[in-house]
C-alpha cells in the first residue's frame, strides 16, 4: 500500500497481490492489489502503455480489484492520487495464461 506522509514525499508504486509472477490464470481474471485511499489505480500492457486496462478507485480499505481480460502479456500498475500525481509503476506481472477460464487463488470470476 502506498503510504503519502506529506506534500513533499513522491507516491509509491501500488502493490498487485493477485494474480503473482508465472500465475497462469485463464483469459479472463481478477486483478487485486493495494493502494493509497482515495487514489485511482490505473493498469496498463507493457505492450501499450497509453490505453489504460483498467481504472480503479481505491477505497478506505486500501484494496481494489478488477476483473481483466487478457491474451498473453505482462501488465503494471500505477497510482494516481486526487491532485493529479502519478506513482512510478508496480513491478511488472507476467503471465501465462491457462487454456480455460479460471480464476487465481479460488477468487470467483463473474461472466
Known sequence: ?????DASEALEPPVIT????GDRP????VVKG???PGST???YSTKDSLSPLFSQDVGPGNNWSSLIDLRQFGFYVVEV???GEVSPRSPVVTIH???ELSAPHN?????
Open 81 to 83: 492520487a486526487p491532485d
Open 1 to 5: 500500500m502506498t503510504v503519502k506522509k
Open 41 to 43: 489505480v490505473r493498469a
Open 18 to 21: 493477485s494474480p503473482q509472477n
Open 26 to 29: 485463464g483469459a479472463r481474471f
Open 107 to 111: 477468487d470467483a470470476v463473474d461472466s
Open 34 to 36: 493495494t493502494a493509497t
Open 97 to 99: 495464461l491457462a487454456s
